[in-house]
């Protein structure tokens, strides 16, 4: 999987966990979204934990930047 996608996912899986939704939703919206097959996201969901944290904060970090640029 190429690491782009994985921080596509990444995005969409924080977005899902703030909103409370089911992981039957977060699933389904992961495909439609990303663009991505069923095994994709599976294979997504089998990452090792600290490497989904890293992802994780790189999303936050790149957000974070981007409400900065849009600030001024």
Do not use: G, R
Not at 2 to 28: G, M, N, P, R
Not at 43 to 50: D, E, G, L, R, S
């Amino acid at each position: 999987m190429q690491y782009i996608t994985k921080l596509k996912l990444a995005a969409v899986h924080q977005w899902c966990d703030v909103e409370d939704k089911s992981t039957e939703y977060i699933t389904q919206f992961m495909q439609d979204t990303c663009k991505v097959d069923l095994d994709c996201v599976l294979t997504y969901f089998k990452i090792p934990i600290q490497e989904k944290k890293k992802l994780f904060k790189e999303v936050i970090e790149f957000a974070e930047l981007f409400i900065l640029l849009n600030e001024e």
